[in-house]
């Protein structure tokens, strides 16, 4: 059995799991955004302290475990804010040490691709993985369960941060995806023109800024009065826009491999058009798709589990030195695997 802790964001996480089978999978997440209109490092961090033992708790008491019964301990070590890291690794270590249990520290981003490992009908590798969540978009080449290879990236914000950026110009809470997008089923996805950023790039990058741009300026045209009339038509051209340029360049790398199946991750990765879209490009190439269900699919700690059932395990007392990083990849390039060594990161902060 393995316990697995991840608290890179804002929401603290512990799960339970007995190799693919997971056992419980309990989420907190944090309500103080409202007040601040986003996350502040600081205040998740606090909270995750004082969160951290009772979601553990309940992880094991919903998967009628008990500590003896825990083999490994896996904590996200990475990439993510590096106070809200620290407390899930300083835990982690906590829970570990005294038992002499080995931990197994998790690249946040492979625990996303990892969510797809996981039972009912876990995916093999190959597969290619769309990830798009708060802090990260790419395409993520998976051909084995230890790692994956960057195959194109965000060049500046990632899908979901526009989509929270582009709910709060319309006056939606945080986050803003799930707003967004109950928001856009009433509006009309053509009344507005947005533009489908770098479908003519020939590359496998994305860009959302200048749609995020595009938005604030149509905001800026109408007015407050004409923003609250036309939001939901404003909601679903954003959303048109940035659901096309995810597909276009997941189709894109599709035909440039030979990826027998199609697999998503991260927190858009639960926005229903998307889904949608999914289904209809891989009926159409006669392509396996894999989606989890969107529970999985933003942040959780059953994904961190699932990759650590494949990630180098650290001796006690290894790790007792071991550190978070808040950016940066895996020592070995491109490579994103599980971090492999005591040494990998240090904050970058
Ligand atoms: O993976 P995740 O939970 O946390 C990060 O690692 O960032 O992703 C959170 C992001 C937020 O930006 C949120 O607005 C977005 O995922 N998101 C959605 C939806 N649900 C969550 N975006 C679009 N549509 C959704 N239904
Ligand atoms: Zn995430």
Redesign the pocket.
């Known amino acids: 059995m393995i316990l697995a802790i991840e608290t890179?964001?804002?929401?603290t996480c512990a799960a339970v799991l007995d190799g693919p089978r997971m056992l419980s999978n309990v989420i907190s997440s944090q309500a103080d955004h409202e007040l601040f209109g986003g996350v502040v490092p600081e205040v998740a961090s606090r909270r995750h302290l004082e969160l951290a033992t009772p979601v553990i708790d309940a992880a094991l008491a919903g998967a009628r475990a008990s500590l003896d019964e825990v083999e490994a301990v896996a904590v996200t070590a990475g990439p993510?804010l590096i106070g809200a890291l620290l407390i899930g690794v300083t835990t982690a270590k906590a829970i570990a040490a005294p038992r002499r249990l080995p931990l197994i520290p998790i690249d946040?981003l492979q625990g996303?691709v990892a969510a797809n490992f996981l039972e009912p009908e876990p995916l093999e590798p190959p597969f290619l993985c769309l990830l798009?969540?708060?802090?990260?978009t790419l395409l993520a080449g998976v051909r084995d369960h230890e790692g994956h290879d960057v195959l194109g990236q965000t060049l500046d914000d990632?899908?979901?941060?526009?989509?929270?950026k582009v709910?709060r110009m319309l006056g939606l809470g945080?986050?803003?995806?799930?707003a967004?997008?109950r928001l856009a089923e009433e509006g009309d996805p053509e009344a507005f023109e947005m533009p489908v950023a770098m479908t003519r790039d020939p590359g496998l990058d994305f860009s959302f800024s200048g749609l995020k741009t595009a938005l604030s300026y149509r905001c800026r045209e109408l007015g407050p009065e004409g923003v609250a009339e036309r939001r939901a038509d404003l909601a679903a051209g954003f959303?048109a826009a940035?659901v096309g340029q995810l597909t276009a360049k997941l189709e894109r790398a599709v035909d440039r491999g030979e990826w027998p199946a199609v697999a998503l991750?991260?927190?858009?990765?639960?926005?229903?058009p998307?889904r949608e879209a999914m289904v209809g490009i891989c009926e159409r190439r006669g392509l396996r798709l894999k989606l989890v269900p969107?529970a999985l699919?933003?942040?959780?700690a059953a994904m961190i589990g699932s990759a650590a059932r494949f990630a180098p395990r650290i001796p006690y007392p290894d790790y007792l030195s071991y550190d978070a990083f808040a950016t940066g990849e895996a020592a070995d390039g491109p490579k994103t695997s599980g971090i492999s060594t005591v040494s990998a990161r240090r904050p970058s902060l």
């Open positions: 890179s964001c804002d929401d993510g946040h996303h798009a969540s708060g802090g990260h990632a899908a979901g941060e526009a989509f929270d709910a945080f986050p803003g995806g799930p967004l997008q959303q940035a991750g991260g927190g858009v990765a639960a926005n229903g998307l969107p699919c933003t942040d959780n």
